[in-house]
């Protein structure tokens, strides 16, 4: 039988405090009314007992009464599984092939290419993830006409959002800092970002002081973006 879940089960999640892959994670065990027993650790410094519980070696990692479970997609397909009220996952096959699909895009073509544009130490690096971002964009900007959500029908948040919300909240920073808006001229995903941000479980899915992390790391990183503010 499958294990259902009890109120009685202890979930832990190790994190790392700037990734968008656990943030996933955390804002579906908020979505499920959920208070995530969170235990960060330093990816540059990882500890042994995080090593053999962690496949990979990366974060997220969801114990679930000692056992270990890694990669957000699949943590976040547990949690729908063993929490399904209130219910992420669309009802029809199709649709919620289509939200796996955007999980996918989401990590490879936005997280990867918004990193780089952040972090990259040159203007060609920071173009390159430029332009790669924008033809993503472009797709998603497609996908949401007439839509009030990227998730299954549209009409209400799911787990398409939770994929692509971590995106939305750093694209969102950069704007902030007066770097990039990479939202310009794609008013549905502006509207999209705007409802999606405004959630409390996505609002409160990062620590207090992530704004003021982030921009520690990438000027540790010597960005590019950092010493050339509004040239893009």
């Not at 957000?72 to 096959?93: F, M």
Request: hydrophobic share 45%; with cysteine; aromatic share 8%.
């Amino acid at each position: 039988m499958p294990r259902a879940y009890c109120p009685r089960m202890t979930l832990k999640l190790i994190s790392f405090a700037l990734c968008p892959f656990v943030q996933r994670a955390v804002i579906t065990l908020k979505e499920k009314g959920q208070s995530p027993d969170i235990e960060y650790i330093d990816l540059a410094n990882k500890p042994e007992w995080f090593l053999k519980i962690s496949p990979r070696g990366k974060v997220p990692v969801l114990v679930v009464d000692g056992s270990p479970l890694f990669e957000s997609q699949a943590i976040v397909e547990y949690l729908e599984d063993t929490i399904p009220e209130p219910a992420l996952r669309p009802s029809d096959p199709v649709e919620r092939a289509r939200d796996r699909a955007w999980f996918a895009l989401a990590s490879e073509d936005l997280f990867m290419n918004h990193f780089r544009l952040d972090h990259s130490k040159d203007e060609a690096s920071v173009k390159k993830a430029l332009a790669a971002l924008h033809t993503a964009l472009d797709r998603v900007e497609e996908a949401m006409q007439g839509r009030a959500y990227l998730s299954g029908d549209g009409a209400r948040f799911g787990l398409a959002d939770v994929a692509m919300a971590p995106f939305l909240m750093r694209a969102e920073i950069t704007k902030k800092r007066g770097w990039v808006d990479l939202f310009a001229g794609r008013p549905n995903i502006r509207a999209w970002a705007d409802r999606v941000l405004a959630r409390e479980t996505v609002q409160t899915s990062v620590r207090p002081d992530f704004e003021a992390e982030s921009l520690a790391a990438v000027t540790r990183a010597e960005a590019w973006l950092v010493s050339h503010p509004g040239v893009l």
